[in-house]
């Protein structure tokens, strides 16, 4: 309120008048009833106009009690200094939105109190901002809501969870889209959009919302009455609708779609939710079926127990296999030796990495088991290729060790066994153990190392460069073999880097007395380049994968020059 109010009773006339706005003059009286004691004409149409009721003061001269004579006591009390008031005068289409605001008046000719009432309409502003508002909430191809309302619409029914009833997020995706708008233009598009949309409808129950959320996106919030059963029939049932095809200008089109459920859980954010089901939405376009949304942990930790529990009955089974992988003399190119690697052939899963059940052999502690298996089964294989060939070849076998193992097994002992009950001499096995295995109780490792020496068994440091070992610890430690780690033999011809590490390896073992092995050779030009700078041997996919034992020793028959 800008104006001045002015000092005598009788110019409160000429001032109202003067105003832009409708207001009048109120006074409290000593009874304590609000006399309008006067007003401007503005005051009266916006009155009676929009039958703006609450204001009437016919009763007297005197304002009705209610909300607004609240707000005018309560200023006059000193106990609502900001004396604004918005309020909505009627119902629906014929609502009318005002705005009041009350300003003091000093004490002058009147011994009671006095403000100035302002009425401002804000009914059109009101409604522009609403218009505008659902207009933003709205998406104009399909006329459906679009993904800020569909957020909203997740938000109430989260706070809405009073009465027990959960409510789980669909996102739908119409697979290929984009092909159809390129061969067949946008407007075939926006039509093809707009029929799938009328089609989603028809799989909706009373009370769900369906908005579309992104181009070829859509998002269906569902309750669940009967659990999440509900929601996996609310994806059946928007199947089922769009399993005829699409008629688009003379052409019958299958349009098919992916879709990714999120249940609904306390307290959640619900574009979180919804990034939660736009997730499950990529499975479910990979599996062909609709996906369920699971934390990724929870996913994890459930294929990492029941891994444990199946590589548990593999062991038991004897379902575990060795592969061979040929270490080649780089020089020569003779096959010098052989890597086992441990495989694993699930019955429904297929094949599964090493790099995913060791560790988890490591942690179940399931690779103590293993890891003696793998032992006795190496040693008994390279003995039997010596019986069947009837003479000791001259071939080695290198066999992994856990540093799980080295810290709670007796390796010596194992390692020991294996070679009694095989009839191997120690010079036939090379142990591939980790840095990892030293830094953890370098004096354990120091008498199994010595202990496997004094077997005349090969030492060889697998993957090395990616651990923590010290110099120190190599030099003291009884070490033959480093074999340099893929990551910088495969990063060799692009990364200037990578190559002076493995030089700097291949010189750090000539200056310990130490040989070489290369992993990962994958191409010509890095066996080439290997040999070149002197380190000793190699293995990768451009010699061979890991073989089974048959097509092993067969490589090393071929590839044998005398
Ligand atoms: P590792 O001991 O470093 O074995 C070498 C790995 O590199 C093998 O992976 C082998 O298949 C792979 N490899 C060889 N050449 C190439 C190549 O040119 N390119 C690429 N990309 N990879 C190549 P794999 O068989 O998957 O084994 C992974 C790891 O699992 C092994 O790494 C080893 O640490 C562990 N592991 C496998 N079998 C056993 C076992 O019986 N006992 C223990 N303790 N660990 C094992
Ligand atoms: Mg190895
Ligand atoms: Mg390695």
């Known amino acids: 309120m800008n104006a001045t ?73 000193g106990s609502n200094t900001a004396g604004e008031l918005d309020f909505k005068d009627g119902e629906g289409v014929s609502a009318h939105f005002f705005r009041l605001k009350l300003a003091p008046l000093p004490k002058i000719d009147a011994p009671s109190p006095r403000c100035l009432l302002s009425v401002v309409d804000r009914t059109v502003e009101v409604q522009a901002e609403r218009t505008l508002r659902a207009e933003m909430l709205r998406d104009s191809l399909t006329g459906l809501p679009n993904r800020l309302a569909f957020t909203e619409a997740i938000e109430d029914a989260g706070a809405n969870v009073a009465r027990d009833l959960e409510h789980a997020v669909l996102v739908v995706d119409m697979l290929r889209f984009s092909r159809i708008n390129e061969s067949m233009g946008c407007l075939a598009g926006d039509e093809l959009l707009i029929t799938f949309a009328r089609r989603l409808i028809l799989a909706l129950r009373a009370g769900d919302v369906l908005a579309r959320t992104g181009g070829n996106e859509f998002g269906v919030l569902v309750s669940l009455r009967r659990g999440v059963e509900d929601a996996f029939k609310a994806a059946e049932r928007i199947q089922q609708v769009m399993a005829s095809p699409f008629r688009l200008s003379e052409l019958e089109i299958r349009v098919e779609c992916g879709i990714g459920v999120a249940l609904m859980t306390a307290g959640q954010d619900p574009e979180e939710l919804f990034r939660n089901a736009q997730f499950a939405v990529k499975q479910a376009k990979a599996a062909g079926t609709p996906q369920v949304y699971e934390p990724r942990q929870a996913t994890e930790a459930r294929r990492r127990f029941s891994i444990e529990t199946e590589l548990r009955r593999a062991l038991d089974k004897d379902q575990l296999k060795l592969f061979y992988q040929p270490l080649i003399n780089l020089k020569s190119g003779e096959v010098a030796g052989f890597e086992a690697l441990a495989r694993w052939t699930h019955e429904d899963r297929g094949e599964i990495s090493p790099t995913e059940f060791i560790p988890v052999a490591e942690e179940s502690g399931l690779i103590l088991q293993l890891g003696r298996w793998a032992m006795d089964s190496a ?19 290198g066999v992994n060790l856990s540093a799980i193992q080295v810290a709670r097994d007796d390796v010596p002992g ?36 010595d202990a496997l020496k004094a077997l005349d068994t090969t030492v060889a440091m697998d993957d090395f460069g990616t651990g923590y070992s010290s110099l120190a610890y190599l030099q003291r430690l009884p070490i033959d073999v480093l074999k340099i780690d893929k990551s910088f033999v495969s990063g060799m011809m692009v990364d200037p880097d990578a190559v002076a590490i493995v030089r700097a390896v291949l010189s750090l073992a000539e200056a310990l007395g130490m040989s070489t092995t290369a992993e990962g050779i994958e191409t010509v030009e890095l066996a080439t380049t290997l040999a070149t700078l002197g380190c000793a041997s190699g293995q990768g996919f451009y010699f061979a994968k890991p073989l089974e034992p048959n097509s092993a020793l067969q490589y090393w028959k071929t590839r044998r020059r005398a």
């Open 5 to 77: 109010p002015r000092l005598s009773a009788a110019d409160d006339l000429g001032l109202l008048n003067a105003l832009p706005i409708a207001a009048a003059v109120i006074e409290r009286t000593d009874e304590g009833a609000l006399k309008v004691v006067a007003h401007n004409s503005r005051f009266v149409s916006a009155v009676e106009q929009s039958s703006c009721t609450s204001l009437d003061w016919n009763d007297a001269e005197c304002l009705k009690a209610g909300a607004i004579a609240e707000l005018i006591h309560s200023f006059f009390e």
């Open 414 to 449: 194992l390692v020991e066994s294996a070679l009694k009950s095989s009839g191997l001499s120690g010079d036939r096995l090379t142990l591939e153990l980790t840095e990892s295995s030293i830094v953890q109780d370098p004096a354990r490792a120091t008498r199994v190392f």
């Open 379 to 397: 040693a008994q294989t390279l003995a039997g290729w010596d019986r069947d060939a009837g003479e000791k070849l001259p071939l080695y076998v």
